[in-house]
């Protein structure tokens, strides 16, 4: 007899509404855009509902692929990503796009591996933290090994260059090393270690400029600060409840990539700070809710699942925060995508893949619930 099993609401509804307000703004944003590279008005538009459609239908998918076969494979993940981020740095395969080799090209479309890394590297690191979560919480050793494996993503990101993934990887893995109980003294020592790295990649000539132009985006407002300043003038036009939808006027040309990096900045526009607040309130309780998952499944004796949640949930949260920062001038200039928003196929395909392994997660675990349940009710007429 098949067990009763919802998908979790307080997951799907929020996922459902930033999909929405996503589909929304997509369309708004990227008219000009299409336009002014001569496509047709709704190209971005229709390109962003099919990978959602592709993601949604991969996503539901995953409604047959139990837990415990992402546990058998966590392994082989360590491997894949590393091969999956050096296969674009060669000739032929990889695809550049505004001086960065980030692509490959799959038939019609570029498909960006990193975001892809982002969930093998949770995977993994799920598996890894599950075996041996005992040891990271005493040895030095075992809680370095994981930073060691976020440092070689790092230095290969870094090479076609991708510095805002490189910090976000880095981020879920010290994030869930810190979550598997791992010593104070060692997370110290792990990010002092971490830092000069970080700052010796940030003194690149083009990146040095970003920062300089980040503590003061006025000094040059038509060349280094023009992103962050066209972006702060959306936001202040926004106001209390915005100029309406589709009435931006910092999209039309002033705002690059109006309809990925910087979406967020034409939503503060036509939304003002109703939107705004609207926004961050959903994405605080889908991270929320995947990381009360997270603790549920380590409750339930399944820490293999109860580490995925937390990877996902950081995931999803740091990316967020580090979109949002950029767009109201609180970080420097990263090209990263605002997750379930943003136009972006690689980005939206892999973040529905996750919210998927989230459901399954919980349908698991509700799942063995009721069957535990059944077990333990007394069959009727049965001898007291």
């Given at each position: 007899m098949p067990v009763p099993c919802r998908p979790d609401a307080w997951v799907l509804l929020p996922a459902l509404l930033l999909l929405s307000i996503g589909i929304v703004m997509v369309g708004s944003a990227s008219i000009a855009v299409a336009e002014g590279q001569g496509a047709s008005p709704y190209h971005y538009l229709f390109r962003h509902l099919v990978f959602i459609t592709a993601g949604v239908t991969l996503a539901l998918s995953l409604k047959v692929i139990p837990i415990a076969f992402l546990e058998r494979i966590s392994r082989p993940m360590l491997a894949m990503s590393v091969l999956l981020l050096l296969l674009v740095l060669i000739p032929g395969i990889g695809h550049?796009?505004?001086?960065?080799?980030?692509?490959?090209?799959?038939?019609?479309?570029?498909?960006?591996?990193?975001?892809?890394?982002?969930?093998?590297?949770?995977?993994?690191?799920?598996?890894?933290?599950?075996?041996?979560a005992q040891f990271v919480q005493s040895r030095f050793f075992d809680t370095l090994k994981p930073l060691i494996f976020a440092g070689l993503l790092?230095?290969?990101?870094?090479?076609?260059?991708?510095?805002?993934?490189?910090?976000?990887?880095?981020?879920?893995v010290a994030g869930m090393v810190w979550l598997a109980g791992a010593?104070?003294?060692?997370?110290?020592?792990?990010?002092?270690?971490?830092?000069?790295a970080f700052a010796f990649a940030a003194m690149e000539p083009y990146r040095l400029r970003r920062i300089v132009s980040f503590m003061d985006p006025w000094a040059d407002p038509y060349a280094s600060g023009f992103q962050l300043t066209q972006a702060?003038?959306?936001?202040?036009?926004?106001?209390?409840?915005?100029?309406?939808?589709?009435?931006?006027?910092?999209k039309l040309f002033y705002l690059p990539e109006a309809h990925t990096d910087f979406i967020f900045a034409v939503?503060?526009?036509?939304?003002?700070?109703?939107g705004v607040v609207a926004v961050l309130v959903l994405f605080l309780l889908l991270?929320?809710?995947?990381?009360?998952?997270?603790?549920m499944a380590h409750r339930n004796d399944k820490p293999f699942a109860g580490f995925i949640a937390y990877g996902i949930g950081l995931w999803l949260g740091l990316q967020a925060v580090v979109s949002v920062g950029v767009n109201l001038g609180v970080l420097p200039t990263k090209g990263l995508t605002l997750p379930l928003i943003s136009s972006g196929g690689s980005s939206m395909l892999m973040t529905l893949v996750a919210i998927g392994i989230v459901l399954r997660i919980k349908y698991e675990m509700d799942r063995d619930n009721v069957v535990y349940y059944r077990k333990k009710k007394p069959v009727p007429g049965a001898a007291e």
């Open positions: 550049t796009v505004n001086g960065s080799t980030r692509w490959i090209r799959l038939g019609f479309v570029n498909f960006q591996v990193v975001e892809a890394v982002k969930l093998m590297v949770i995977i993994y690191l799920a598996g890894y933290l599950s075996r041996k790092s230095a290969i990101l870094l090479i076609q260059p991708d510095m805002g993934s490189a910090a976000v990887i880095t981020a879920i010593a104070w003294r060692h997370i110290f020592v792990l990010g002092m270690l971490t830092l000069p702060l003038i959306a936001v202040g036009r926004g106001e209390l409840f915005g100029v309406g939808i589709g009435a931006s006027i910092q939503l503060a526009e036509e939304f003002g700070l109703f991270v929320t809710r995947i990381m009360i998952i997270g603790i």
